[in-house]
């Protein structure tokens, strides 16, 4: 782990944070994985539970360019993004070939079916023994007991978490311990692998602007958290590489 903005960051590729979660899977028990960018950094430096939540996680990865580039000036030379969606896809991938039961919890109900329905043409054998669209409301204790018992019952050993940053991260820390599964937040890949949005092109991605793709797609909903978070982010990273974050 090498801390960005206190931030524990696991220095990893996609291939080994597969085979882990593979592991993980197998060995039952319960377990957390987020995927941090620009975004999930500026939520943890602004809200201690939310930080608290990161950290306890089993792994972090840098799903975000400005992360991985913290990562190499910081010493981890070979470090790799770890994006969430691509992610998503080689665990999937590996899910169908192992056996291994998966689920998905998040999204309306339209993107939830869409997902599930794709995921299963492209990995054959895919085995989706849970899928659930929360409600928008609070979730009551009697509620809550429910979704663990529902996915206690279905034998699912990887759950995918969808409900978007900050939210996913706080749902994984707080069943962390309930829920016997690999929980993984994967944020808007639902969307994208049911086919509801797009992805950025990957060049762009490549060279840290996803972001402003994104932007370009939904500028009503994402301009002020680009507008807020993209420049100081910029800032505290630069005290952050010359020492002088607190």
Known sequence: ??????????????????DQIQVW??????????AANVHVVMQAHD???YNNALNRADMVTPDGMPLV???RIKGIKNQ????G???????????AQEQIPVGFYGADAFTLRMLVTRMKERYIGLRVTYAFSPPFHPID???STKIIEDITRSG???LFVGLGCPKQELWMAEYHGHIPAVMIGVGAAFDFHAGVKKQAPYLLQKIGLEWLFRLIQEPQRLWRRYLYNNPRFVFLAILDLLGLYK
């Open 1 to 18: 782990m090498t801390k960005c903005l206190d931030v524990n960051i696991s220095e990893t590729s996609y291939f080994l944070a597969r």
């Open 25 to 34: 899977s197998q060995l039952g028990g319960s377990r957390y994985i987020c």
């Open 47 to 49: 809200f201690k539970e």
């Open 69 to 71: 580039w913290m990562l």
């Open 80 to 83: 790799h993004r770890v994006y």
């Open 85 to 95: 969606p691509t992610l998503m896809l080689k665990i999937l991938e590996m899910a």
């Open 141 to 143: 204790e009697q509620e």
């Open 156 to 158: 699912t050993r990887i």
